[in-house]
């Protein structure tokens, strides 16, 4: 089992920047990939941005060029840097994981609040 606690979010201003941060416990010593998605009200969850053990990273079109994804494999969390925020990235973000290339994200955090104001 893996566990995720997501922490960083908070109301910004539009243009502003936060850092979002998971920490993972558990059986992690062969966590393949982790990543973020985001969900609002009435809509499913979409995928933000994934980060491979190998060092692969993937990026939403909506977001690429303003988050960044990395990872500090010594204290085994994963980061979202978002800059030039918008009102439309007001989500509950949520940190994901998986332990292979071929499974689908299985491990979830609880989600933190990310609130843009206009």
């Known amino acids: 089992q893996v566990q995720l606690v997501e922490s960083g979010g908070g109301l910004v201003q539009s243009g502003g920047s936060l850092r979002l941060s998971c920490a993972a416990s558990g059986s992690i010593n062969n966590l393949y990939g982790m990543g973020w998605y985001r969900q609002t009200p009435g809509k499913q969850r979409e995928f933000v941005a994934t980060l491979t053990s190998r060092g692969t990273t993937n990026y939403a079109d909506s977001v690429k060029g303003r988050f960044t994804i990395s990872r500090d494999n010594a204290s085994n969390r994963v980061y979202l840097q978002m800059n030039s925020l918008k009102p439309e990235d007001t989500a509950v973000y949520y940190c994901?994981?998986?332990?292979?290339?071929?499974?689908?994200?299985?491990?979830w955090g609880q989600g933190t609040q990310v609130t843009v104001s206009s």
């Open positions: 994901a994981a998986k332990l292979t290339p071929f499974q689908e994200y299985a491990y």
